[in-house]
């Protein structure tokens, strides 16, 4: 991966988070463009950027900018497919359901000189001469490794969203082997999660190793810590999850107590999956 894709790659794990108020990869004099849409408009200078991001961001609740797919043009252009989660403040559209738009990255020296952003991702082919079924794409599909690990970060941030955002929709999320229940789909997930999240006034989860066994089994082994709700002792125990995924959602994630008992588990299940 050349250092310009790598950059960018990078920018866009601060946007999935919903986390904008990273510019250090920006020359100070950047041009930003928004080619089309309801608002077409250039900025200059790092302070024309956060306005012209701020009126996009106004107009949706819980936005987050994902890359589906990057492309390297050249050496001084990186191109990046996008798609949208969130929902419009007005229209109530859910912006995952609408087609993604594209981002043209211009770089030199290590720092983004200009971005023009397309809301119609043909035109953006179109002025770049290409074709859309002829554009090489590197998946950002993530493997189960960077699955487990945002996963993790979204249970310390207390993210629900982005928690709830790994998971299909048919989720089986098993906690019983750590003493809880059974819980199937995203509704149910998010209803155990409220009730856990609200328990604690303070939460820390650390993974100590995590694993990619292939063929979409992962397993991490975790370090947790936490102070419930009025009182003023920690409680601290030590577990594991083991993460089934099908096209970079978990389909299934089982917890465990004992953590010899989820690693067996997980090289079994890639064993099968792998047969």
């Known amino acids: 991966m050349s250092a310009n894709l790598d950059l960018v790659r990078s920018i866009f794990a601060d946007f999935e988070r919903g986390d904008y108020s990273h510019g250090e990869w920006a020359h100070p004099e950047i041009e930003y463009v928004v080619a089309d849409g309801p608002e077409p408009g250039s900025w200059t200078g ?23 797919a990057y492309r390297e043009l050249d050496d001084q252009r990186v191109l990046v497919l996008l798609d949208n989660s969130g929902r419009g403040k007005t229209s109530g559209i859910d912006l995952h ?19 023009v952003t397309y809301w119609d991702r043909d035109r953006a082919l179109a002025d770049l001469g290409l074709e859309a079924q002829a554009v090489s794409e590197e998946s950002t599909t993530p493997d189960g490794e960077e699955l ?7 249970v ?28 199937t789909g995203v509704p149910a997930v998010r ?3 409220e009730d856990w999240f609200s328990s604690y006034e303070e939460f820390e989860m650390v993974a100590e190793e995590i694993v990619d066994l292939g063929n979409g089994v992962g397993y991490t082994i975790l370090r947790q810590r936490g102070r419930p709700v009025g009182s003023s002792g920690e409680i601290r125990r030590r577990s594991a999850s083991v993460g089934l995924s099908v096209n970079g959602l978990f389909v299934r994630l089982t917890t465990y107590s004992d953590i010899d008992e989820a690693r067996a588990a997980a090289e079994r299940l890639a064993q099968e999956r792998g047969g």
């Open 97 to 115: 359901q609408v087609r993604g738009g594209a981002s043209l990255f211009h770089l030199c020296d290590g720092k983004v000189t200009r971005v």
């Open 191 to 193: 209803g155990f999660l």
């Open 46 to 68: 790092l302070a024309g950027m956060a306005e012209a991001w701020r009126g996009v961001s106004s107009a949706a609740e819980n936005h987050r900018l994902l890359a589906e």
């Open 156 to 183: 310390n941030r207390r993210d629900l969203d982005a928690m709830l955002g790994c998971l299909a929709p048919d989720v089986v999320y098993d906690t019983s082997h750590s003493g809880f229940g059974i819980y």
């Open 148 to 154: 487990l690990r945002r996963s993790i970060e979204a």
